[in-house]
C-alpha cells in the first residue's frame, strides 16, 4: 500500500504537523486509517487509532492509555484537501470537537475557538458553516446510536 503524505493544521495554535509517520493500516478513496502514538509524552493518552472520513469531513480516532485500555472516542471535524499529483492530504481542523466516552456521556469541545476563528478571521464563514453541520449530522448519529461508523468497531484495526 503506497504511503502519502499527511499534514494536520491547526488554526489554534496554527500550526502544521506532517504526521505521514503514522503507520498506515488501510486506504481508499473514502477512508485512510492509521495508528499513532503520541507526539509529545502525555499522562492522559499514548496512542490511538485514527479513522479519516475523506469525504464526509471527520476524524474518529480510538484514544488509549499507555497500558493499551481503551479511553474514549474522539471527533474531529475536518477540512479535507488532496493533491494527487503528490499524494498528499491537508487535514484542516475545524476546530469543533466532540468526545464520547464508554459509558456514552458526551462532551462537545472547542466551539469557543471556532467562535474566535471566525472573530479574527482565521476562518471563513463558510468553513465556520461547514463545521457546524459537520457537528450537527455527527451528533445525529451519536443520537441515533450510530456512532462510530461500523469500520471503527472492527477489532482488527484497534490497538491490542
Do not use: H
Amino acid at each position: 500500500m503506497k504511503k502519502p503524505t499527511i499534514l494536520r493544521k491547526r488554526f489554534i495554535p496554527y500550526e502544521i504537523v506532517d504526521i505521514s509517520g503514522d503507520e498506515l493500516l488501510y486506504r481508499d478513496d473514502d477512508l485512510l486509517i492509521t495508528k499513532w502514538y503520541s507526539i509529545k509524552p502525555r499522562s492522559d493518552f499514548s496512542s490511538g487509532v485514527s479513522y479519516t472520513f475523506l469525504n464526509e469531513g471527520y476524524k474518529v480516532r480510538r484514544f488509549y492509555s499507555a497500558q493499551g485500555i481503551f479511553l474514549y472516542w474522539y471527533c474531529d471535524i475536518i477540512d479535507v484537501e488532496y493533491d494527487k499529483e503528490n499524494d498528499k492530504y491537508i487535514l484542516t481542523d475545524l476546530l469543533v470537537d466532540i468526545k464520547l466516552m464508554p459509558d456514552g456521556a458526551l462532551r462537545v469541545l472547542d466551539t469557543d475557538e471556532l467562535a474566535q476563528a471566525l472573530e479574527q478571521g482565521l476562518i471563513t464563514v463558510q468553513q465556520g458553516c461547514c463545521a457546524l453541520k459537520k457537528l450537527d449530522k455527527i451528533l445525529k448519529m451519536i443520537y441515533d446510536g450510530q456512532f462510530p461508523p461500523d469500520i471503527c468497531k472492527k477489532e482488527e484495526y484497534w490497538i491490542k
